[in-house]
């Protein structure tokens, strides 16, 4: 089946079994978030969902693609796998040397088809603009308020178009958008992001920037918004592979920007840099905590368009995993195969855990031929793009499989040793990262689980102590009100501990209590967490450690005895008072107790199948306060 919009879309997930149709009024304030979140976090993404009444004249679909199946069903492909497969195809043939001219003359089909891939512009309108609102009221539209400490409803899936004023090189990013008024919103590009270069290019020239967004239509658009493309690099391309036809663009009618004319709506406008900034969110956001209020431009309305029969599509992002996860997913497949033939030819295969919220962690194998070639690489994946952002990069021998637990298990335990495997680097983080001492830069760390080169093997590393472990005093350790031995449960030698950070608390003396323990040196590495946090729960500790970590500052090597090595990692929230943090700690997520209340007593008369339980209930116990910042 052909993809031409959202509502073509909808019809092939309910062939596919991959939709609920929720028939019965559901607030955009609220309710629709927590209804998605339930279903969001069922085994496999769940289902995607169509509120036909929103108290608008639009239904709403959301989880879209918060599947492996729904990903594959809207790019056409019986899997995400099978793009990585056809893009290292096409980079072998494009990259392989070319011996003759029959080699060369071999070549010209693909390069036919890359460019026919190519958007294209059409003079007429487009199916986009058969509504034309010359009087814009955002208001018409069912736009989100997500979660009960955001600054207020946001657009969540927009496409936003803009155009470098010096090359006239388009831009498609995405980039939430805060509604204001009923014609102006905020435009939420962090510095890193193109739209941000743009504006700042605009600003100099003393010109008005012209905006417009495009929703809904092809839902590659979507994901060519969210994709890490080369700088300048048109990700309508990108889209045309995707779809294997080129993306038809229209050209918009109170700007002169460029949009698919398939799009479900369209909003024209524009930013002006000599305007002053608007303090926009805070908002909830996919790291699991609120991104909090800062200052970013104004986007004013000039025009609304959109189909007949048009769907708004939204997403909600928070704890993982959500719909980010499984778009994050297609990432991983599709830009795998270029950094590893461009960059990193000793790459074997790379994964974005769910639980690292796509930042904080990544995995790696690599085919290594030298020491120090692990660093090497962590090095060049730093280089890459927003792999710039990663803050923990771990890299293991090329046949571990990296997908399995029990490998990456056995692959800690024989090669990691404090004293090599630990490589502490600094960079930029991403705008989002709540944990780093300074805004947007801090620290990054790289764990290095290769098997070691005897150049790579310093000689202060100590064998393993065989002293019996001590659990007993453990619990004589008056702020540890947890802990659990993985050792005996995974055959990892890892301690987890659960901290209450009291008045007073020190973490120098909790570490001079952990060294003074019999049989502490058994252990390569302590984590501890706060008071509350389930220590059985593996899913939602590695996403604690990934957003409360700055690896410079919450890592620490101790000496033990028999002068043996053990790493402490300190995996709480900071505060000022404790952890001497100057910046504002966000609290994580959750829903507020009277939307949970109200949507299970109408889970059954809505017709969500069986009752699921509220995500946001596990989490009560780590927030602090009622609003976007931890009290």
Known sequence: MSIKDLNTFIDLLEKHGELIRVKSFVSPDLEITEITDRISKQKDGGKAILFENTGTGFPLLINALGSEKRVSLAFGRNSVFDLEKEIEGLFVDLMRPKDNLWDKLKLLPKLKDVAQWMPKKV???????????????????????????????????????TVDPETNTPNLGMYRMQIFEKNMTGMHWHKHKTGANHFEKYK???????????????????????????????????????????????????????????????????????????????????????????WYPKFHVTCITHKKNAVYPATIVGIPPMEDAYIGLATERIFLTPIRMSMVPELKNMILPVAGVAHNFTVANIEKSYPGQAVKVMNSLWGAGQMMFNKVLVVVDAEVDIDNTTELIKSFTENFNPVYSLHFSKGPLDVLDHSSSKFAFGSKLGIDLTKPFPEEINSEAIKDSEVIFDEKSLSEIPELTGFLNLSETLNLPIILLNVEKKSGFEKAELEKQLQNVSGISNFKIILFFNDGADLNDSFTLIWLLGGNLEPSRDISVLKVENDAQIVLVDATFKTGEHDNFKRDWPNIVTMEEKTITDINKKWTELGLGDFIESPSLKFKSLVKGEGAVRE
Not at 127 to 156: H, M, R, S, Y
Request: proline share 8%; hydrophobic share 40%; aromatic share 10%.
């Open 204 to 294: 100099k020239l003393g010109m008005k920037m012209p905006v417009s967004v495009a929703l809904g239509g092809d839902l590659v658009y979507t994901y060519a918004a969210t994709a890490p493309m080369p700088e300048n690099f048109d990700e309508y391309l990108l889209a045309g592979f995707l779809r294997k036809k080129p993306v038809k663009l229209v050209k918009c009618l109170s700007n002169d920007l460029y949009v698919p004319e398939d799009s479900d709506f369209v909003i024209e406008g524009f930013v002006d840099p000599a305007e002053e900034l608007i303090w926009e969110g805070p908002f909830g956001d996919h790291t699991g905590f609120y991104s909090l209020a800062d």
């Open 123 to 161: 003079k007429r309108k487009g199916v986009c603009q058969e509504i034309i609102i010359e009087n814009p009221d955002l208001n018409t539209l069912p736009i989100l308020k997500c979660w009960p400490a955001d600054g207020g409803k946001f657009v969540t899936l927009p496409g936003v178009h």
